[in-house]
């Protein structure tokens, strides 16, 4: 067979396939057989990367795993076989993660306290037990504890399953009810916790298909739990993320909105998915105030007007309860403490403060101590470029606008999610001497 016959073929065009011959072409240049542009143009299009980045993954693939720095001299069928087995690998993935999807844009910042996300299934489930064991057994949802032979089984609806337990202790995920111990199950009808503490970071983003195709851009809460709900991010840096979107069909407009992870999420810090010229669009000083995108971003003379216009009223318990508007604002900051401060509100017990000037007077940002554990609040930008800043840096701003009363006048505050420093409108901290509040006493 002549190995670069392939080469000199006609375009290939799949009857079936939506690509255009420009997007083939794309692919099969400058030296991919046919079968390799289908593959690569298929995988394009379900996933929304561009060509050139399929192209390259595949490069990387063969590299890698078959050692071939020159894919121009292999034969039509290995090349063919290779795509087959990058691809079909990936597509594998993928479904294995449950219906996860890929989000891509950036975090802006991350809630203040943890939440336990299964508090209302086990209210739930323990009064269905309560009303009728027998049916929250048959149900699937709870089994029961019971002592045998020494060591605890528990009872559901497939039966009675040995565990490796001592019975002369509580069991592992046990929920007592009266006298008996009843547990919240896994799919496979094993134990299962009984609290998954999360936290919600916010993203700003959208699915990598729609984002990059449509430019379609929105607020996300992105639910993490576990150990994760404490991992660090870099805010404003873009970047992907596997997530489970809304479920079709829901109707609790929070839930809208919210993104769930799997144990094992991982964050790709990335802006190759978009093309090279648009890049700089991501970049938080005009990714974050891209009023044509979203309606996040306040200019910090107007936050009194944003609060008095965006604000939601709810009842909780008969009490009527105001909440502020999410915003992004910029400022320069007056004063500012980086080390931690006491503080009995807050759930880590301790928080941050910064002032930034406005025409109308300062506003004061609180920033809780979650935010300061795992978003480097005081450090400008990432990577090699990232230093610890100073006062009188100009810094964007995430977070929950409220007012408060200051002698009988209202005043504008935030309470910070994220904070982000460009490095050119960030004064470098001079190293050593007291950053404390100590320091003004």
């Not at 002549?2 to 400058?30: H, L, R």
């Not at 829901?250 to 993104?259: C, E, I, P, Y």
């Not at 901290?429 to 320091?439: K, L």
Request: proline share 5%; with cysteine.
């Amino acid at each position: 067979m002549n190995k670069m016959s392939w080469k000199e073929e006609d375009e290939y065009i799949d009857a079936e396939s939506e690509s255009t011959g420009s997007e083939v072409e794309k692919a099969k240049s400058p030296t991919f057989p046919p079968a390799v542009a289908k593959r690569i143009v298929a995988y394009s299009n379900r996933t929304g990367k561009d060509v050139e980045e399929v192209k390259t993954m595949y490069l990387n693939y063969i590299r890698k795993e078959y050692g071939c720095t020159d894919h121009t001299v292999e034969d039509e069928d290995l090349l063919t076989d290779w795509a087959e087995q990058v691809f079909v690998q990936t597509r594998k993935e993928q479904m294995s993660s449950s219906g996860t999807s890929t989000w891509v844009g950036c975090f802006l910042g991350v809630a203040d306290r943890k939440k336990d996300r299964l508090t209302n299934i086990v209210k739930s489930n323990l009064k269905l037990y309560k009303d009728d064991p027998n049916d929250a057994i048959s149900s699937g949802r709870l089994g029961v504890f019971e002592k045998d032979g020494g060591l605890w089984s528990v009872r559901t609806k497939e039966g009675l399953t040995p565990l490796d337990e001592q019975a002369d202790q509580e069991p592992t995920y046990g929920i007592k009810v009266g006298s008996e111990y009843v547990c919240l199950l896994t799919r496979k009808g094993m134990p299962s916790p009984s609290t998954r503490m999360g936290r919600y970071a916010y993203f700003l983003g959208g699915e990598e298909g729609d984002f990059v195709k449509n430019g379609s851009v929105g607020l996300w809460q992105v639910d993490l739990t576990g150990e994760n709900a404490d991992m660090e991010l870099d805010i404003g840096r873009p970047c992907k993320i596997p997530v489970i979107p809304p479920r079709e069909g829901q109707t609790n407009d929070f839930f809208k909105t919210v993104l769930g992870t799997y144990s094992n999420f991982e964050i790709t810090y990335t802006d190759e998915f978009v093309k090279e010229e648009y890049r700089a669009l991501l970049q938080p000083m005009n990714y974050w105030t891209d009023d044509e995108n979203h309606e996040l971003f306040v200019a910090l003379d107007d936050v009194e007007e944003a609060f008095d216009n965006r604000k939601t009223k709810t009842n909780i318990d008969g009490r009527s309860i105001t909440y502020g508007p999410l915003i992004i604002t910029k400022g320069t900051i007056n004063s500012m403490n980086s080390e931690p401060r006491d503080s009995e509100y807050d759930p880590e017990g301790f928080n941050y403060f910064m002032s930034l000037g406005s025409m109308n007077g300062d506003v004061d940002c609180w920033i809780p101590g979650a935010v300061g554990k795992m978003t480097k609040p005081f450090t400008a930008h990432w990577g090699e470029q990232a230093f610890d800043y100073a006062e009188n840096s100009t810094v964007l701003l995430f977070g929950r606008l409220g007012m408060k009363d200051r002698d009988g006048l209202m005043s504008p505050k935030i309470t910070v999610m994220g904070v982000y420093g460009h490095p050119r409108r960030c004064r470098k901290r001079a190293s050593g001497g007291d950053t404390g509040v100590g320091q003004f006493e």
